[in-house]
């Protein structure tokens, strides 16, 4: 099954900063989970990734930035007569594009099941759900870090 957790959270407050240290190393320390995503402020962990099923999208930006991630499974939009599309893949164009306009590009340009999670220009944290809601997406807020997840057991 896939599932993944990401913890947000403002590194320059020590209260927080202690908080998502503590709730990344646990999760660091759990042999089934990949880190998908890892910078200040934002550490995405996934489980039961497949390739073509549900897989992790790395965003980079200008010298290979990891700004963000898109999880699940995505599908390049067509014309509305033409063949259904294969799995997408992103290349550093689609990457640019979502990057740049705040994960609009994300919804505009692929349909699928997937969550994005994206690093701002402001240091803050973008969560871009699709539209049907196909991939579950909780969020609670614990100790002043956000916890996003896809299952609540």
């Known amino acids: 099954m896939f599932r993944y957790l990401?913890?947000?959270?403002?590194?320059?407050?020590?209260?927080?900063?202690?908080?998502?240290?503590?709730?990344?190393?646990?999760?660091?320390?759990?042999?089934?989970?990949?880190?998908?995503?890892?910078?200040?402020?934002?550490?995405?962990?996934?489980?039961?990734?497949?390739?073509?099923i549900n897989e992790a999208f790395c965003l980079q930006g200008d010298f290979y930035?990891?700004?963000?991630?898109?999880?699940?499974?995505?599908?390049?939009?067509?014309?509305?007569?033409s063949l259904p599309s294969p799995s997408a893949s992103l290349?550093?164009?689609?990457?640019?594009?979502?990057?740049?306009?705040?994960?609009?590009?994300?919804?505009?340009?692929?349909?699928?099941?997937?969550?994005a999670f994206l690093h701002t220009a402001a240091g803050s944290t973008l969560v871009l759900r699709d539209p049907s809601g196909a991939l579950p997406c909780f969020r609670i807020r614990h100790q002043g870090v956000s916890i996003i997840f896809s299952w609540l057991e």
């Open 6 to 52: 990401a913890i947000a959270g403002d590194d320059a407050l020590p209260d927080r900063s202690a908080s998502a240290r503590q709730i990344i190393l646990e999760w660091q320390a759990r042999s089934s989970w990949d880190v998908a995503l890892l910078r200040p402020g934002l550490q995405v962990f996934t489980t039961g990734t497949r390739a073509g």
């Open 65 to 81: 930035e990891d700004l963000g991630v898109v999880l699940g499974k995505l599908f390049r939009r067509g014309e509305f007569n």
């Open 91 to 115: 290349d550093s164009k689609d990457m640019t594009n979502i990057l740049a306009n705040g994960g609009r590009a994300v919804v505009s340009d692929f349909w699928g099941r997937y969550v």
